[in-house]
Every structure is written in structure tokens, then in C-alpha cells.
């Protein structure tokens, strides 16, 4: 987990689960921090455990919303419609072709289940 935090009171200000690096920085900029008085970490899931009660319930919520919007973008990405699939099905001549369809689903299901890209 990407965290952006004041650096002079180690409050955290920003957070996300899916981040390019700079990204939280830029947001903080955009409302009003100073960029030499910030920083963006990476955090692991138990030193998240650990502060997450020092963090601002809408900072939590706006990094929630954001992982969620990835993912459902990432997952209509590589979930074929029902319509291609079936068609993919009842066209395919090859193990092969099968594979591409049964791969992209995979994808998408093994995601849900454990509830991240990896």
C-alpha cells in the first residue's frame, strides 16, 4: 500500500492500494501541501493494520472507492462479453482457442476470490 504523509507530524493524508508512484503526491499538491513537506511510502498490510485507526475515516473511504474502481475497470478489461464467449466456445477449432477464452476467465474469478490483481 502507497501511503503520502506530513512529514513533520507523520499524519497521513493520502493513501492507495493500486498507485503510480507521485500520484498521492501530486493530489496532495493539488490541495495545498508544500512538496518538501510530504512524502509517499510503501506500507505493509500489518503496518497498515497498525495506524489504520490514526487515519482519516474519509482518506480510508476516497483509497476504498479507488481500489474498487480499478479493479471493476481491470475486470471488464478482461471479461469477455457472455455473447463473445459462447460464440468463442462454439467457434473454437483448437485446445487453444478454448484456452484463450477459459484464461481470461480465470482471470477475472481468481481476482474475486482473492479480492486483488496479482
Known amino acids: 500500500m502507497l501511503i503520502c504523509m506530513v512529514k513533520e507530524t507523520n499524519k497521513i493524508i493520502g493513501l492507495q492500494y493500486s498507485s503510480a508512484e507521485g500520484k498521492l503526491i501530486q493530489d496532495a499538491i493539488s490541495k495545498g501541501y508544500k512538496s518538501g513537506d510530504i512524502e509517499e511510502k510503501y506500507i505493509s498490510d500489518n503496518d497498515f493494520r497498525k495506524i489504520k485507526s490514526s487515519i482519516p475515516i474519509n ?9 474498487r474502481e480499478i ?4 475486470i471488464n ?3 469477455p462479453s457472455w455473447a463473445e464467449v459462447e460464440k468463442g466456445i462454439d467457434n473454437a477449432k483448437t485446445i487453444q482457442d478454448l484456452q ?6 480465470a482471470r477475472v474469478i481468481y481476482w474475486l476470490a482473492k479480492d486483488k490483481e496479482d
Open 71 to 74: 479493479k471493476n475497470k481491470t
Open 77 to 79: 478489461g478482461n471479461l
Open 100 to 105: 484463450k477464452i477459459i484464461k481470461k476467465m
Open 59 to 67: 482518506v480510508i473511504t476516497k483509497a476504498a472507492i479507488v481500489s
